[in-house]
């Protein structure tokens, strides 16, 4: 009974999320001091998604898009394959020669004169290998060639002809869009290391910084923003990694960008904007990540790229400007890119924006207010002036008026 009372009770632990069950022997170590999470990214600064596709149980779908699949796979599979079709379809019709030929028995009259094969010439497995090899690319030598005696080898020769046209298309096209894939130009695609935060034109805003590094440009650029943050709803739904909608000029056109020298992208911090309740400490406290994507055409080619990068609450400067790059030189502009990602700090109220504009309106308002009752009382003082002068003249007309009459009453009296 002791045994047992002493024996600790085997409790079966719930089944907890996987980042849950990482963060629990932190905490238990650390006490009640639980350490700071690095923040995981949705989006790496190279622009590629963190996110891996688990559990996918139709992976027959992968198949039904072949050509898509061979495009993205690695460069090293994607060789090995190529390789791997043109010597699996040579070698297969070279077998089926080589057994055509057996069959026949043209590989037991070889060097005879009076018998006619079905290709002359082939003497075993490699030269059907070769006979092939010949036929699929088209070569020719002139060594080794079909005879007329031979109905099943023209039917062959046929079919060979036309199934090596359709892997050379396949296999060729494959290879020409995977070199011309746009994703290589994004990589002269720059945007700035940090975003920052600063007052601009009275508002407080959000700007980040992008960039071409190529002479040819991208055709019909535009910029979006999204912000990455789990939320809750009122319901108490749960929703990971919600996305949200940073306007940076949708509704002014300036998300549509002539990207000929680095240009500052700018998001106003209003009451439609995400960050409009957010300060400065609020902010280093937050678990979001800002999520930039800049699309457009290339030039050279007419095919649509898209680069992209992200911002989590580390790389987010608050009171910082983006210095200057471009410059004015003899003729021409010239960008310095050696400060692309250099910034330099500024005076910026470290509260929200709803707090900086609720103090813009209780420092203005009673000012326009004094001012305007200050106009008032001089212009009500000016007309009471001009009242006054009137009244004062038309008295001083009637009391002469009144004069005049009493001393015509006089002189009519002494007559």
């Not at 055509?100 to 094969?117: E, K, M, Q, T």
């Not at 240009?263 to 957010?278: D, R, Y």
């Not at 930039?292 to 609450?313: D, F, H, K, P, W």
């Not at 001009?386 to 003249?393: I, K, L, N, T």
Request: glycine share 6%; with cysteine; aromatic share 10%.
């Amino acid at each position: 009974m002791e045994q047992d009372v002493e024996s600790p009770a085997t409790i079966r632990q719930p089944k907890l999320p996987k980042q849950v069950r990482e963060d629990v022997p932190t905490q238990i170590a650390t006490g009640n001091h639980p350490v700071k999470r690095k923040i995981q990214r949705y989006v790496r600064k190279d622009g590629k998604c963190n996110v891996h596709h688990g559990n996918v149980r139709e992976r027959y779908r992968y198949l039904t898009d072949i050509f898509t699949t061979l495009v993205d796979l690695k460069w090293r599979f994607n060789l090995l394959i190529f390789v791997m079709v043109y010597t699996t379809t040579w070698l297969f019709f070279g077998m089926i020669w080589w057994i055509i030929a057996y069959i026949r028995g043209d590989l037991n009259h070889i060097g005879d004169s009076s018998w006619v094969p079905c290709v002359n010439n082939l003497n075993g497995f490699v030269s059907a290998f070769l006979f092939s090899i010949e036929t699929e690319t088209t070569i020719g030598y002139g060594y080794r060639f079909i005879t007329d005696k031979c109905p099943e080898g023209i039917i062959l020769l046929l079919v060979q002809s036309v199934l090596g046209s359709i892997v050379n298309a396949f296999m060729v096209g494959c290879m020409f869009v995977k070199i011309s894939q746009p994703n290589k130009r994004a990589e002269t695609l720059v945007f700035s290391t940090h975003a920052v935060i600063s007052i601009r034109d009275g508002r407080l805003c959000l700007m980040f910084r992008v960039g071409d590094l190529r002479n040819s440009h991208i055709v019909e650029a535009s910029i979006r923003a999204k912000l990455i943050k789990s939320k809750q709803t009122k319901e108490g739904e749960f929703i990971p990694l919600n996305q949200t909608d940073i306007n940076v000029g949708y509704d002014t056109g300036d998300d549509r960008l002539f990207l000929v020298s680095p240009l500052i992208i700018c998001h106003e911090i209003n009451q439609q904007s995400p960050f409009w309740e957010i300060s400065k400490a609020q902010m280093a406290k937050e678990e979001l990540e800002i999520v930039v994507i800049l699309e457009g055409m290339v030039e050279a080619t007419g095919m649509t790229c898209q680069a992209r990068s992200s911002y989590v609450t580390s790389e987010i400067l608050w009171g910082y400007r983006f210095t200057p790059v471009l410059s004015l030189e003899e003729g021409f502009y010239e960008v310095d890119y050696n400060n692309f990602h250099e910034t330099y700090e500024t005076k910026t109220p470290s509260c929200s924006a709803k707090d900086v504009a609720e103090m813009v309106n209780k420092v203005e308002l009673p000012l326009i207010w004094s001012a305007s009752t200050k106009l008032n009382e001089e212009e009500k003082e000016e007309e009471e002036a001009e009242e006054g002068g009137q009244a004062e003249g038309k008295s001083h007309e009637e009391q002469m008026e009144q004069n005049g009459e009493v001393t015509n009453l006089e002189n009519e009296s002494k007559v």
